[in-house]
Nanobody, 128 residues
């Protein structure tokens, strides 16, 4: 079965940077979407960025655009999230997600309901 394992979280001061990793296994083929989400206490799980592994198409939410970068190592099947200029509002549990993209499109969905497979998360805490 699909397995996703996040790592790289921790505590950092505002303005700092962190790089999250998601090691993926248990699936093959093309038309794969991968995404990063986060969830803070009392809030809904928020989509941050998506990546289509076959074409490299990426999308970002307005809250992280210009600060976060999603990338994927196709040879090792590792998803990354490079986070810069971190703010206290970025404090949350960060999750990676994976699913197949059905149809002929190349845009990955941004809603959490579209993703079947999830990691257990890694905590990011940003202090002021």
């Amino acid at each position: 079965q699909v397995q996703l394992v996040e790592s790289g979280g921790g505590s950092v001061q505002a303005g700092g940077s962190l790089r999250l990793s998601c090691a993926a296994s248990g699936f093959t083929g093309s038309s794969i979407c991968m995404a990063w989400f986060r969830q803070a206490p009392g809030k809904e799980r928020e989509g941050l960025a998506t990546l289509y592994t076959s074409g490299g198409n990426t999308y970002y939410s307005d809250s992280v655009k210009g600060r976060f970068t999603i990338s994927h190592d196709n040879t090792k099947n590792i998803l990354y999230l490079q986070m810069s200029d971190l703010k206290p509002d970025d404090t949350a549990m960060y999750y990676c997600a994976q699913d197949r993209l059905i149809g002929g499109g190349t845009r990955c969905p941004r809603a959490k309901v579209a993703y079947l497979n999830w990691g257990q998360g890694t905590q990011v805490t940003v202090s002021s």
